[in-house]
């Protein structure tokens, strides 16, 4: 099978960057493609990185598909952020200012009822919240929310 180059130099340089200081997450996903780049098929990748052969096949297809190019630093940090994941996986339900807005209402609801546990102020922080116009959040997405405030 030829050898098809996946990547330009800069790009290269950013993902090698990445791999050598990334999260564990971002330093597969640039493994993968660097491995990809050297001309490594999905057999040998997948052995060497411990990781499904469709992972390799999904990575390479989201980075064969990205229609910026990039011919800065800049182009290519942006064009990897934009592939490989920044904001890689499900969108949030909730934005920072709603989240702003349940903690409020977890402030107002400690001061109103008691409760008997966690789930279930939980629970009452969610129908506030639903009933305040806010996204309908489940009682454990309600306390990650609270969990994540300092």
Known sequence: ??????LNPIEKQVLEDIAANGSDEMIK?????????RGENHKN???????????VTN???????CTITSETLE?????????LGVNAGRP???K????????????WSKNRKPSRS??????????????RGLPALSPRSIGRILEAQP
Not at 45 to 55: D, E, P, R, S, Y
Not at 118 to 131: D, G, L, N, P, S
């Open 1 to 6: 099978m030829p050898h098809i180059q996946v």
């Open 29 to 37: 996903r640039a493994n993968i493609l660097l491995e990809l780049n």
């Open 45 to 55: 990748i997948v052995k060497k990185l411990g990781i499904a052969k469709q992972t």
């Open 59 to 65: 990575w390479k297809k989201k980075w064969t598909s």
């Open 75 to 83: 182009d290519a940090i942006a064009k990897i952020n934009n592939v």
């Open 92 to 94: 949030k339900k909730c």
């Open 96 to 107: 920072s200012a709603e989240a702003s807005k349940i903690v409020e209402i977890s402030e």
């Open 118 to 131: 966690k789930h279930h102020y939980h629970m009452q922080v969610a129908e506030e919240a639903t009933r």
